[in-house]
Protein backbone atom coordinates (compact mmCIF):
# COMPACT_ATOMS: atom_id res chain seq x y z
CA UNK A 1 0.00 0.00 0.00
CA UNK A 2 1.66 3.17 -1.12
CA UNK A 3 1.93 6.39 1.74
CA UNK A 4 -0.89 8.11 0.11
CA UNK A 5 -3.39 5.71 -0.07
CA UNK A 6 -2.60 4.95 3.51
CA UNK A 7 -2.76 8.57 4.73
CA UNK A 8 -6.00 8.74 2.37
CA UNK A 9 -7.75 5.26 4.02
CA UNK A 10 -6.53 6.44 7.64
CA UNK A 11 -7.96 9.85 7.30
CA UNK A 12 -11.71 8.32 6.00
CA UNK A 13 -11.22 5.67 9.07
CA UNK A 14 -11.10 7.98 11.35
CA UNK A 15 -13.47 10.44 9.95
CA UNK A 16 -16.41 7.18 10.18
CA UNK A 17 -14.71 6.63 13.47
CA UNK A 18 -15.63 10.15 15.00
CA UNK A 19 -18.97 9.92 13.22
CA UNK A 20 -19.82 6.74 14.88
CA UNK A 21 -18.42 7.28 18.38
CA UNK A 22 -20.83 10.51 18.49
CA UNK A 23 -23.32 11.04 20.73
CA UNK A 24 -26.96 10.62 18.83
CA UNK A 25 -28.48 13.47 20.39
CA UNK A 26 -25.09 15.73 19.98
CA UNK A 27 -25.99 17.89 16.05
CA UNK A 28 -22.88 17.91 14.11
CA UNK A 29 -20.93 16.86 10.90
CA UNK A 30 -18.11 15.45 9.60
CA UNK A 31 -16.92 16.45 5.89
CA UNK A 32 -13.93 14.62 4.38
CA UNK A 33 -12.78 15.90 0.62
CA UNK A 34 -9.96 14.06 -1.03
CA UNK A 35 -8.54 15.08 -4.35
CA UNK A 36 -5.35 13.17 -4.36
CA UNK A 37 -2.30 12.85 -7.31
CA UNK A 38 -0.18 9.99 -8.87
CA UNK A 39 -1.22 6.59 -7.72
CA UNK A 40 -4.01 7.36 -5.34
CA UNK A 41 -5.69 9.36 -8.14
CA UNK A 42 -5.57 6.19 -10.19
CA UNK A 43 -6.48 3.97 -7.35
CA UNK A 44 -10.13 6.17 -7.10
CA UNK A 45 -10.54 6.79 -10.68
CA UNK A 46 -9.73 2.84 -11.19
CA UNK A 47 -12.86 2.07 -8.52
CA UNK A 48 -14.88 4.67 -9.47
CA UNK A 49 -14.75 2.89 -13.45
CA UNK A 50 -15.63 -0.60 -12.38
CA UNK A 51 -18.40 1.10 -10.60
CA UNK A 52 -19.70 2.37 -13.57
CA UNK A 53 -19.33 -0.85 -15.60
CA UNK A 54 -21.46 -2.26 -13.40
CA UNK A 55 -23.59 0.56 -13.78
CA UNK A 56 -23.41 1.30 -17.17
CA UNK A 57 -23.97 5.42 -16.84
CA UNK A 58 -21.27 8.26 -16.60
CA UNK A 59 -23.69 10.19 -14.55
CA UNK A 60 -25.74 8.54 -11.86
CA UNK A 61 -27.54 9.94 -9.30
CA UNK A 62 -28.79 7.51 -5.81
CA UNK A 63 -31.00 9.00 -3.31
CA UNK A 64 -33.02 7.51 -0.31
CA UNK A 65 -35.05 10.09 2.17
CA UNK A 66 -36.84 12.82 1.86
CA UNK A 67 -36.51 16.27 0.70
CA UNK A 68 -33.20 14.91 -1.46
CA UNK A 69 -32.14 17.32 -4.57
CA UNK A 70 -29.25 16.86 -6.41
CA UNK A 71 -28.28 17.59 -10.53
CA UNK A 72 -24.77 16.82 -12.58
CA UNK A 73 -23.71 18.35 -15.50
CA UNK A 74 -20.53 17.05 -17.47
CA UNK A 75 -19.18 18.43 -20.73
CA UNK A 76 -16.21 16.60 -22.97
CA UNK A 77 -15.76 12.79 -22.74
CA UNK A 78 -14.68 9.56 -20.42
CA UNK A 79 -15.90 11.42 -17.49
CA UNK A 80 -17.49 9.85 -14.12
CA UNK A 81 -19.77 11.01 -11.82
CA UNK A 82 -22.16 10.05 -8.97
CA UNK A 83 -24.24 11.63 -6.22
CA UNK A 84 -25.16 9.45 -3.20
CA UNK A 85 -27.83 10.97 -0.95
CA UNK A 86 -28.59 8.75 2.19
CA UNK A 87 -31.29 10.77 4.95
CA UNK A 88 -33.17 14.20 4.38
CA UNK A 89 -32.98 17.48 3.29
CA UNK A 90 -29.70 17.19 1.30
CA UNK A 91 -28.33 19.14 -1.78
CA UNK A 92 -25.55 18.10 -3.89
CA UNK A 93 -24.35 19.02 -7.38
CA UNK A 94 -21.26 17.90 -9.84
CA UNK A 95 -19.83 20.00 -12.30
CA UNK A 96 -17.37 18.51 -14.54
CA UNK A 97 -15.92 20.24 -17.89
CA UNK A 98 -12.72 18.30 -19.81
CA UNK A 99 -12.05 14.53 -20.29
CA UNK A 100 -11.38 11.50 -18.22
CA UNK A 101 -12.68 13.41 -14.58
CA UNK A 102 -14.27 11.37 -11.85
CA UNK A 103 -15.65 12.20 -9.57
CA UNK A 104 -18.17 10.80 -6.15
CA UNK A 105 -20.35 12.97 -4.13
CA UNK A 106 -21.40 11.23 -0.37
CA UNK A 107 -23.44 12.44 1.66
CA UNK A 108 -25.42 10.82 4.59
CA UNK A 109 -27.37 11.52 7.43
CA UNK A 110 -29.55 15.20 7.06
CA UNK A 111 -29.00 18.70 5.96
CA UNK A 112 -25.82 18.54 4.17
CA UNK A 113 -25.32 20.79 0.96
CA UNK A 114 -22.50 20.53 -1.17
CA UNK A 115 -21.44 21.66 -4.74
CA UNK A 116 -18.38 20.34 -6.35
CA UNK A 117 -17.12 21.34 -9.67
CA UNK A 118 -13.86 19.99 -12.19
CA UNK A 119 -12.31 21.86 -14.49
CA UNK A 120 -9.44 20.39 -16.63
CA UNK A 121 -8.44 16.63 -17.65
CA UNK A 122 -7.74 13.68 -15.64
CA UNK A 123 -9.07 15.31 -12.21
CA UNK A 124 -9.88 12.50 -9.52
CA UNK A 125 -11.78 12.87 -6.04
CA UNK A 126 -14.23 12.13 -3.73
CA UNK A 127 -16.15 13.91 -1.52
CA UNK A 128 -17.92 12.48 1.94
CA UNK A 129 -20.66 14.39 4.03
CA UNK A 130 -22.39 12.80 7.14
CA UNK A 131 -24.40 15.39 9.37
CA UNK A 132 -26.94 14.28 12.65
Known amino acids: MTKGLFNAA ?18 G ?10 KV ?3 IEKGL ?9 S ?6 GSGNGAGIAQS ?4 VGRIIQRGSGNTGTLTQTGNN ?15 VTQTGNGKVGFRLQAGW
Do not use: C, H, W
Not at 29 to 38: F, R, Y
Open 29 to 38: SINITVTPKG
Open 59 to 64: AKVEQS
Open 101 to 115: NAFALIQLGKNRSSS
Open 76 to 79: GSGN
Open 10 to 27: AAVTLGLATLAMSPAAEA
Open 49 to 57: ALYDKARPN
Open 41 to 43: ARF
